[in-house]
């Protein structure tokens, strides 16, 4: 965990939170959030007092540092002087302290805004109502592979499709295999679909959370393009550099504040605290995946001798061996059949 974060001007003179390596990504994102949102704002005399702490001196200093209590203080102050409606002071003092740990989502594949946040959902998603702000993904699925989901009672979210392609590892089907090649497909989680939804369902000029591949960030929707915030370290003296436009393969340029091509010179390779982070997010979901794809596996191997041992155990039951004067031919019983249990 980390215990401060970075703070830089962008090129319009707003403070920023800057991500530093696995730093809690939500928490900059909805911070930076409420510091770029205009219009009308909850607790904002206090949003306002809090950003000009953070604003940078005549000083000649670029940067400077504030701890991840006075951001938690301050969240804790805007939640906890007004009452959120479907949330009460307990739900909302256990909650705070997990956002830096991440949150788990479960993204619907029909639907690019996120509300599932299992066990937490409720409480984060009266946060987000009390701040007027939305968390979005790009993650869509073409609409024929929506049909088929639905038509096989497969619900079109994340973890459902997971659920399945465990389920069905022993005896593939085909929507086993298109599920499977569509996560290979989308290995960003944005695919073309999603672009279009994203496009179609932001307001123009709205400061939303944008999630992908277990992470969060700031995003708008400028001129009908949707845009993300900068906000790596690794850029923490770059003010002209301020956004970058979102795309499926992930190439753009970098723009300042008023979304002009930024003067400084583009480079889109990607700085060593972002590849670090994301083979770091990587290797740990990789590590959830296997972990719970083996303990599924074993709990189906163990059902699969239990129903061996069942039907050889039926099997050796002795027979009636008394003559019958008509003997009948005997009826099949499913319950003799071994089979592969599809959870």
């Not at 956002?99 to 409720?122: A, E, R, Y």
């Amino acid at each position: 965990m980390v215990d401060s974060f970075t703070v830089s001007a962008s090129s319009n003179g707003v403070p920023l939170l800057r991500q530093n390596e696995n730093g809690p990504c939500f928490v900059i994102s909805l911070i930076n959030c409420l510091f770029l949102k205009t219009g009308d704002l909850p607790c904002r005399d206090k949003i306002e007092a809090f950003k000009n702490s953070l604003i940078i001196d005549d000083t000649g200093k670029t940067v400077k540092d504030v701890t991840v209590d006075s951001v938690y203080s301050f969240l804790s102050e805007c939640l906890l002087n007004d009452e959120l409606d479907g949330a009460t002071v307990e739900d909302i003092l256990n909650t705070l302290p997990l956002l830096d740990s991440g949150l788990l989502i479960n993204p619907s594949f029909d639907d690019n805004v996120v509300t599932d946040f299992g066990l937490h959902s409720n409480t984060i998603n009266c946060i987000l109502k009390y701040f007027g702000i939305k968390v979005y993904h790009a993650f869509i699925m073409p609409e024929d592979l929506i049909s088929m989901l639905y038509a096989n009672k497969i619900k079109p979210n994340f973890d459902a499709c997971q659920d399945y392609l465990v389920s069905s590892v022993y005896r593939p089907t085909e929507i086993s295999y298109k599920i499977e090649s569509f996560l290979k497909l989308h290995p960003t989680e944005i695919t073309p679909e999603g672009c279009a939804l994203l496009t179609l369902s932001m307001q123009e000029e709205e400061i939303a959370i944008f999630f992908r591949n277990d992470h969060y960030n700031t995003c708008t929707m400028h001129d009908l393009s949707i845009y993300l915030l900068v906000t790596d370290i690794g850029y923490t003296n770059q003010q002209d550099i301020m956004w970058t436009h979102l795309s499926v393969d992930d190439t753009g340029d970098f723009y300042n504040h008023m979304f002009e091509i930024s003067e400084i010179k583009q480079n889109r390779e990607k700085s060593n605290a972002e590849k670090l982070q994301e083979s770091n997010d990587l290797i740990i979901a990789k590590q959830l995946q296997n972990k719970e794809d083996e303990a599924v596996a074993k709990s189906l191997q163990k059902m699969e001798s239990e129903q061996r041992k069942l039907h050889n155990a039926s099997s050796l039951k002795p027979t009636n061996t008394q003559p019958k004067m008509t003997p009948k031919k005997k009826a099949h019983d499913p319950s003799h059949t071994s089979c592969c249990i599809i959870m």
